[in-house]
């Protein structure tokens, strides 16, 4: 199982970003996929998560409205559209994956390496 994330970049305050987290090795479709971000000197904390079962989404509070999480089975890939960043939304981004039907259910216990946001203000 592994997970390539990639799309991070600078951005200025406002812009917008595109995250993908591309599967090989296994089908996407059959697992919860989870968005999580570690800001420099803060813990990890999650940010969104797509259902394996009816790909009912979550988000947290502070990116409700802006970001955008979606599937593509036929790319065996997870987006993350992000809009409207802020400075706050600066950090490294991770995918990771589990072979469970719904968010609630799920324990991550496959990563991807991270890719790097930059907002600036």
């Known amino acids: 199982v592994q997970l390539q994330a990639s799309g991070g970049g600078l951005v200025q305050t406002g812009g917008s970003l595109r995250l993908s987290c591309a599967a090989s090795?296994?089908?996407?479709?059959?697992?919860?996929i989870g968005w999580f971000r570690q800001a420099p000197g803060k813990e990890r904390k999650g940010v969104s998560c797509?259902?394996?079962?009816?790909?009912?989404?979550y988000y947290a509070e502070s990116v409700k409205g802006r970001f955008t999480i979606s599937r593509d089975n036929a790319k065996n890939t997870v987006y993350l559209q992000m809009n409207s960043l802020e400075p706050e939304d600066t950090a490294v981004y991770y995918c990771?994956?589990?072979?469970?039907?719904?968010?609630?259910?799920?324990?991550?216990?496959?990563w991807g390496q991270g890719t790097l946001v930059t907002v600036s203000s």
């Open positions: 990771a994956a589990d072979y469970s039907e719904t968010c609630d259910r799920a324990d991550f216990g496959s």
């Open positions: 090795g296994f089908t996407l479709a059959y697992y919860v």
């Open positions: 797509i259902s394996s079962s009816d790909n009912s989404t």
